[in-house]
């Protein structure tokens, strides 16, 4: 037995033999045989007679596990958004890829197919250029100390058999409650320049620090028994200690409610002028009301024709809750709960604690050097007790009044009693509004506010539209109907929403005295489309910006992300037009659509929420080409060209920031093969993005498994197109080389 055409690494052996038969095998190592189809002739013969026949074997590329394209990464969201997780991994050989999502709650594996609520995970497409993507809108009942972690398998067995290869990554969402973003408090002067331990920053510091740089975000709980939440701080002066306030503004219900759990300051009309004021400062023996709300009370009503308010003084409340120290870097993450009433903070080198003062707090430091503040200055390390002087009593079981809060959350410098200069003046650093509810008050009585929401005619109830108060939220039923229960008195303003939908009032103003407040009224005047145009498949994340939308005689343009509102639309149908330069539009949904001529219809019945999705199917500026050749180097330094270089496959792909697709399906990927001298030419590549920047191409050959054979000849490979096309992008093999 002999064989012709056998490959190399291949081999032909007896494997048994008897009288009148011997068996023949062929064996090859994994690996050890060039992947190709050979057409091997074996002959037989006994020495008289012979016979021959060709059999074709093909030789498969080793299964390569996929690898990521695009690799999940950590999120972070606040409650009430939308996160978008983008996937997408690629086989070497080109097999099909199925993909897997599970969901991990606090490290429990939960089963298959079970997500968290708004969550979906959607990979299948007949899209060639869909972006398989996990999509969840956060509810707003979220609990946000759940670890929720998302795991992501890109795998080649299609079958579900477990024979194929994969590749898994898992990542962590991470879910913020919303927050407040403070700002710097303006017309201060007496700032403090010297840490806690009295240690003088340095000049430069001194005349270019602001806290404009600082980044102060605050969380909340915005209904409850008392305030409660989270402060972030990062930037403010590093080893320095800052006052946690409530401040309200003058004459107000809301200063009021602080000022007789906290402080006074008092204001006096000078004829002309309003004093800068001071603390009242006789805080009797802690009861209240205490001495300094008896002053108030005798004071606010005093009249002053000539004075703007009519009043001879002015007040506002105030509640010093709390404080806390920076970092070397002036960095603090703070959780708090209003809970307390300090007259001021001391250090415990300045005063002795009393047996009803705040506890004592130690602050081990060792500075920085290299931070700003201390221009290289290395003081010793130093340990300072810090505490706060009591102003009400209880300590920590000051409750906070119940009602309707609009005030300011303030950051102020703590100066020790300092005399001015480097040692500041208690000046106020940082500052933001807040709204909160106080529900608690030890069995006090609660309210409702009920009414209805009427459909445009004004007489048949609208359901599906959501009320809320604060972070309480009702439906309205089938008639329109609605409650609210669970209220204190106070000041509240009801929201009324529903997608695709305009009401008049959009908000009502209410006030609870004593009883429960019935039969509210409001009615849908309007519709709204609602949309986002895409680039590409409906459902990516990338939407296409400065898209002119225009519907019943309303226009606007889609935002960065290619959403877009048109409002107070009258039930009818609607042509909706989408143009931009050198794009084309389509519909890429067809419910409630209507196609008539070259327009679409949006069927606008006020019965259903309307949402229009647009897609770029076409973007018509130049395109361009880039070519070259491969040549064979095999036996080091010859340029004939072997056969085998025919179809060699060619690919040119872009990508953007974070390894996502820059420019829209289907120019951000496109693959050719080699003529029989191993040219090649790739076309119909765009030299500018969707948003205008330069597109950059990388150019592989050979397919993704065997790259290490293929080798650019130069430094040219791949590029941004110009002007014109792009040639010479030459590329040498070696069939050599190692493979992996």
């Known amino acids: 037995m002999t064989a012709e055409n056998m490959p190399e690494g291949m081999r032909l052996f007896e494997a048994s033999s008897e009288p009148g038969h011997v068996e023949y095998r062929v064996r090859w190592a994994a690996g050890s045989v060039k992947p190709g189809v050979y057409n091997v002739t074996f002959t037989a ?17 080793t299964n390569q596990p996929p690898y990521w394209v695009i690799e999940p990464q950590d999120k972070e969201v606040i409650i009430g958004e939308k996160v978008v997780v ?65 795991e992501f398998t890109a795998t080649d067995d299609m079958t579900g058999e477990g024979n194929g290869l994969s590749i898994t990554k898992k990542i962590k969402v991470i879910v913020e409650m919303p927050y407040v973003k403070f700002r710097k408090v303006l017309g201060q002067t007496n700032y403090r320049w010297m840490d806690i331990a009295n240690q003088l920053y340095c000049e430069s510091y001194r005349n270019t620090y602001s806290y404009d740089n600082a980044d102060v975000r605050l969380t909340y709980i915005a209904i409850g028994e008392t305030l409660r939440g989270t402060l972030t701080a990062k930037n403010l002066k590093p080893n320095f200690c800052y006052q946690l306030k409530l401040l309200g503004e003058p004459s107000t219900e809301t200063s009021e409610l602080i000022g007789f759990k906290g402080r006074w300051w008092e204001q006096e009309w000078k ?25 108030y009370m005798a004071r606010k009503d005093i009249a002053d024709p000539t004075s703007p308010t009519g009043l001879k003084y002015k007040y506002t409340g105030y ?74 009593l209880p300590t920590y079981d000051v409750s906070m009044s119940p009602g309707t809060y609009s005030c300011k959350f303030l950051l102020t410098e703590e100066s020790f009693h300092g005399q001015g200069g480097f040692e500041g003046w208690w000046a106020h650093a940082m500052e933001e509004d807040v709204q909160f509810v106080i529900n608690s008050g030890g069995g006090q009585d609660t309210f409702s506010i009920s009414g209805t929401v009427y459909d445009v005619d004004g007489v048949t109830g609208l359901s599906g539209v959501k009320v809320s108060v604060g972070n309480k939220i009702a439906m309205t ?122 327009l679409v219809y949006l069927i606008m019945d006020g019965v259903k929420t309307r949402l229009f999705k647009g897609c770029l199917t076409t973007y018509t500026q130049a395109t361009y080409s880039v070519s070259g050749k491969i040549y064979d180097v095999t036996d080091y330094g010859s340029t004939g060209i072997k056969k085998d270089l025919a179809g060699i496959k060619m690919e040119a792909y872009a990508l953007g920031e974070n390894n996502v697709y820059s420019i829209k399906p289907p120019v951000h990927y496109i693959t050719v093969v080699t003529d029989a001298s191993g040219n090649y030419t790739i076309s119909g590549l765009y030299r500018l993005s969707m948003y205008g920047e330069p597109v950059t191409y990388t150019i592989t050959a050979g397919g993704l498994y065997n790259l290490d054979l293929f080798k650019p000849t130069g430094a040219s490979v791949g590029g941004t197109p110009t002007s014109s096309d792009v040639k010479g992008c030459d590329f040498k093999v070696n069939f050599n080389a190692q493979r992996f």
């Open 271 to 295: 004829g002309t002028y309003w004093s800068d004021g001071w603390n009242l400062n006789d805080k009797g023996d802690g009861s209240s009301p205490n001495p300094n709300d008896v002053l």
């Open 477 to 598: 039923d089938n008639s329109g109907n609605y409650t609210i229960s669970g209220l204190i008195k106070g000041a509240y303003t009801l929201s009324f929403y529903k997608s695709g939908h305009t009401f008049n009032p959009e908000s009502i103003p209410v006030k609870i005295e004593n009883s429960d407040i019935e039969k509210l009224k409001t009615s849908f005047v309007g519709l709204s489309v609602e949309g986002r145009v895409y680039r590409g498949a409906e459902g990516s994340i990338w939407g296409v910006p400065d898209v002119t939308v225009s519907a019943g005689g309303k226009t606007v343009k889609t935002g960065e992300n290619g959403c877009f509102k048109i409002s107070g639309l009258a039930p009818g149908s609607y042509a909706v037009v989408m143009s931009k330069p050198d794009h084309v539009f389509s519909p890429c949904s067809d419910e409630d659509l209507e196609q008539i001529g070259s």
């Open 86 to 150: 983008q996937v997408l991994a690629k086989d070497p050989e080109d097999q099909q890829l199925a993909y897997v999502c599970r969901w991990y709650l606090n490290g429990v594996r939960q089963d298959p197919g079970v997500m968290p609520e708004g969550a979906v995970f959607t990979w299948k497409s007949v899209d060639p250029g869909f972006i398989p993507n996990l999509t969840w809108d956060v509810p707003s009942d979220i609990n946000t100390s759940d670890v929720h972690e998302f």
């Open 319 to 392: 509640r010093p809750f709390g404080y806390f120290v920076t970092d070397e870097n002036g960095n603090a993450t703070v959780d708090f709960s209003v809970q307390s009433c300090f007259h001021v903070f001391w250090k415990t080198s300045q005063r002795n604690p009393d047996s009803n003062d705040g506890a004592v707090g130690n602050h081990a430091f060792d500075v920085n050097p290299t931070h700003a503040a201390y221009g290289g200055a290395d003081y010793p390390s130093a340990t300072i007790s810090l505490y706060g002087e009591w102003e009400r």
């Open 45 to 61: 013969s006994d020495g008289k007679l012979t016979d021959s026949e060709t059999i074709t074997i093909t030789i498969l590329p």
